[in-house]
């Protein structure tokens, strides 16, 4: 079993969606050649301009005809300024804890706006990354997370985004540092130490990556995503059995998702336990696709196939193919 552990929503953070990119809302008050679209802030500062051109074109030449004596007239009040040319103003709170309900689209768009009305907004920028990475759009997760680190190189929240997003994209090397730093700046909290086990796991150090969930488990003991994460792990080193004592573990827990269950489901495929796997995927999948993941345990228990080398790290949770790999 060549498989690389998978994370789960619980110290991944959200389910990937499709990749879909976010337009930038300042291209739309800008031309191709980068200039705004009026050339004056104000219809009548363009009439202004124009007033006197016509005066510097009379010239000295020909007098112009003297002005009638007349009582003055106030001036007009000025025009109220278009919608586009006001400044915009943040959003409420109620308004941001609306947008974590939203779709990852609309939530990464919400940001977006966010962090373009106060570029150093450290929350927004962390949570465009959360969002963008939501979308698949890893590399540009990696960016929003560290820019805010730019400002904030100590911030917990980026330094995780930061190291999610490169997990995610497959680059582990790339997360270590920033895993390892958050450790070091909150050592009673199991996440870091769970993200670094899959980081070091993606390098091929399996001996850190264990010891690293270890460390995990002594500060949430029981915590279904760690226990899975190094479950496959050991699966992947040929210890199906103790993967398997260890997803049992994992999956009584009451916070276990589908992808600790099918996890679970994988490592009893792969031991040719294939009736238990069959009603375990018969509970969580539609018939459709049950029957297909079960077609693909018969083919890995009779070696007619084999696990995929490339289920690293998925971050979704509702995918068999985060469990078997692309193309099993």
Wanted: charged share 20%.
């Amino acid at each position: 079993m060549c498989r690389k552990p998978a994370l789960d929503h619980d110290d991944f953070g959200l389910n990937q969606s499709k990749i879909i990119n976010v337009i930038d809302s300042k291209s739309l008050e800008r031309d191709a050649g980068g200039k705004p679209l009026r050339a004056f802030p104000h219809p009548a500062l363009a009439a202004t301009t124009m007033f006197g051109l016509s005066l510097a074109v009379w010239g000295p030449a020909q007098a112009a005809p003297a002005a009638p004596t007349a009582t003055a007239t106030p001036p007009a009040p000025a025009a109220t300024a278009p919608a586009a040319s006001r400044p915009r103003r943040k959003a409420t709170a109620q308004e941001r804890a609306d947008a974590e309900r939203l779709q990852p689209l609309a939530r990464a768009a919400f940001w977006a706006r966010e962090t373009d009305v106060d570029p150093a907004d450290q929350v927004a920028g962390v949570r465009l990354a959360a969002a963008l990475r939501a979308l698949g759009q890893y590399a540009e997760a990696a960016s929003s997370a560290e820019r805010v680190l730019v400002m904030a190189p100590d911030n917990v929240d980026a330094l995780m985004e930061s190291a999610r997003a490169h997990v995610a994209e497959g680059r582990g090397f790339y997360a270590i540092a920033p895993a390892e730093r958050v450790s070091a700046l909150a050592p009673k909290d199991w996440r870091p130490l769970s993200l670094l086990g899959v980081a070091y796991a993606q390098v091929r150090r399996s001996d850190d990556a264990i010891t690293a969930w270890r460390q995990a488990l002594a500060l949430s003991p029981d915590n279904p995503t760690v226990l899975s994460n190094m479950a496959m792990e050991l699966a992947a080193q040929g210890d199906a059995a103790q993967a398997e004592t260890l997803m049992r573990r994992a999956v009584a827990q009451p916070g276990a998702g589908l992808q600790v269950r099918q996890d679970l489901t994988l490592v009893l495929g792969l031991q040719g336990k294939l009736g238990e796997a069959e009603h375990r995927l018969r509970v969580d999948l539609p018939p459709d696709q049950a029957d297909a993941d079960l077609a693909y345990l018969k083919a890995v228990s009779t070696g007619l196939a084999a696990p995929s080398p490339t289920a690293e790290a998925a971050p979704s949770a509702h995918s068999w193919a985060s469990v078997k790999g692309p193309g099993g």
